[in-house]
């Protein structure tokens, strides 16, 4: 079974469970009576909240007839996924559909991502996450701050792990022109990006929409998405939208879909990655004084 998270061994299973259940028309009310629970508790399962003791997947596979094979790999998902979500430490700060994404964020193979305004998350300094995260957190509780930094900075290993997170980037030209911080803190974040794109040539690639685009972009000046794939080839691309006021999985195949289209539209106005680094180097010595 390919390296993953629990979060992901979690949805795998699930996915599969629910997936031979509808090949075999087994309704969810045999599922929770075969299982001894409540039909809540069975949908509950099926949307991540909880993992199947070993005891009753044992039961559902018998009662989906899972081959031998089938059943080994499984249990061995059902394994990985009752182990601690990395950033469970952090589960006061974020909500249950944070949660989520970063344990699934944990568990992808590869990213692609779409900014306009700002630097993305797991390609920003300390420095400059410190700035953002003083601006947002309402609570004024400095120890909130950096928790929010710590867990940032945590995603951020992803990039350099034995096993690395293969990250595609684009961001518009504003996220290099606002100075998050002051010249200081915005040139040292601009420098930081071009450092890890000479750092991992292979499995990192920024491309930046110039302004010279104009009215393409400009419907998406709010938008941030992310669209994350996986090794395992059942598991499907899933998405994550966010806004100022909120965030979300997109799972629903159209508009996964949807955001598949749109990442490839911006991609295709943006610079190359040569040339966006370029650009990149050039605002960069711009920041001074």
Known sequence: MAETSPAVA????????????????????????????????????????????????????????????????????????????????????????????????????????????????????????????????????????????????????????SDPLELSVVMGQAALMYQVGGKDVQREQLRHVIALAERHPDTLDIRVIPYEAGGAIASLNSATFHLLDFKSARLPTVGWVESAAFGEIADDPKRVTALDYLYNQVQAIALDRKRSLELIDRVASQQIG
């Open 10 to 161: 979690n949805w795998e299973l699930m996915l599969r469970l629910r997936s031979r259940a509808d090949e075999r028309g087994v309704k969810t009310g045999a599922i929770a009576k075969a299982l001894d629970v409540s039909q809540q508790y069975w949908s509950a399962l099926t949307r991540s909240r909880g993992t199947l003791s070993e005891d009753k997947l044992k039961i559902l596979m018998n009662l989906l007839e899972f081959e031998p094979d089938e059943q080994a790999e499984l249990l061995e998902l059902r394994d990985v996924a009752k182990g601690r979500n990395p950033y469970a430490e952090y589960s006061a700060l974020f909500n249950d559909q944070l949660m989520r994404y970063y344990g699934l964020e944990a568990g992808a193979q590869s990213i692609r991502s779409f900014e306009s305004g700002v630097i993305p998350g797991l390609l920003q300094t300390e420095d400059y996450i410190r700035v953002l995260m003083k601006a947002s957190v309402t609570t004024g509780r400095p120890t909130e701050v950096e928790q929010r930094v710590s867990a940032r900075l945590r995603r951020q290993r992803r990039l350099d792990s």
